[in-house]
């Protein structure tokens, strides 16, 4: 899934700053572990601009890593065409996992501002898309992923997807 950072850097030897966009496509990023603290007690919240130009596969936005789960991923499934917050209970392959499907499809070849939140005061995770919240769902936890924070894929019982 293509992905676009504005990214800043150092043109040298004349030191002129450049300000320019940068596709991603089929490429992976990982930051060095952890980059983000899901502790249970720990709210937090991942936001991307995603545009989407395939509906036939899964796509995930960003994850952040467990050895085996991912203590969230933002992402889109085929089959029912929708952006979704997913989390899981724990870092085990039979860990529950809750999810805030979005109320509308996705539409491809748009952008859209995507916010997956994580309310650990309230229990529950939102999805927001383009400011509006979407979605919501009722979770008991989250665990502490000290995996690394994946941009463009994710992770189901330790195999990346």
Request: aromatic share 10%; hydrophobic share 40%; glycine share 8%.
């Amino acid at each position: 899934m293509p992905f676009v950072v504005s990214v800043t850097s150092q043109w040298a030897p004349k030191g002129k700053l450049l300000h320019l966009p940068v596709e991603f496509v089929g490429c992976r990023f990982r930051e060095p572990p952890p980059s983000i603290t899901t502790e249970a007690d720990a709210p937090h919240t991942v936001s991307a601009w995603v545009r989407l130009t395939r509906g036939d596969l899964n796509a995930s936005v960003a994850s952040q890593n467990g050895a085996t789960k991912n203590a969230f991923k933002l992402a889109y499934a085929p089959g029912d065409g929708k952006w979704r917050f997913v989390t899981y209970d724990s870092d085990s392959a039979t860990a529950a996992e809750k999810r805030a499907v979005s109320n509308r499809s996705a539409k491809l070849n748009e952008w859209t501002h995507l916010a997956g939140v994580y309310d650990a005061g309230a229990n529950r995770i939102r999805l927001y898309e383009n400011g509006e919240l979407v979605a919501a769902n009722t979770v008991t936890g989250t665990f502490n992923a000290t995996g690394g924070f994946l941009i463009g894929r994710s992770q189901n019982n330790g195999a990346y997807e």
